[in-house]
């Protein structure tokens, strides 16, 4: 946070404010999304929580045009139930009991 900080802290701050700072949009991905100034919970929901662009929704100043949501390719979801291992550790629990 040496460089990255808003204006009403102080290097300091780093040590003695509790809590913790927003997060503050930075680097050519930021660039990139045209995403600046401070992490809002909806963009970070959005973009790590659903895999989309994290305006997605709002108006481009720009174009004035709707910001799409999709970034590429949704994130995977695997399924954690596997009846096939469910029915074969059933029937085993069953054996041994």
């Given at each position: 946070?040496?460089?990255l900080?808003t204006?009403?802290r102080t290097?300091g701050?780093y040590?003695t404010?509790?809590?913790h700072?927003?997060?503050i949009?930075?680097g050519?991905?930021?660039k990139?999304?045209?995403?600046s100034?401070?992490?809002?919970?909806?963009q970070?929901?959005?973009?790590?929580g659903?895999?989309q662009?994290?305006?997605?929704?709002?108006?481009?100043?720009?174009?004035g045009?709707?910001i799409?949501?999709k970034?590429?390719?949704?994130?995977?979801r695997?399924?954690q139930?596997?009846a096939?291992l469910?029915?074969?550790?059933?029937?085993?629990m069953g054996?041994?009991?």
């Open positions: 946070a040496d460089e900080r204006g009403d290097l701050d040590y404010v509790t809590g700072p927003p997060g949009w930075g050519r991905g930021a990139n999304l045209g995403v100034g401070a992490v809002t919970e909806e970070m929901e959005l973009l790590y659903l895999g662009h994290p305006l997605a929704g709002q108006i481009d100043p720009q174009t045009a709707k799409e949501a970034l590429g390719q949704r994130y995977k695997f399924d139930f596997d096939a469910t029915k074969k550790i059933t029937t085993a054996d041994f009991t």
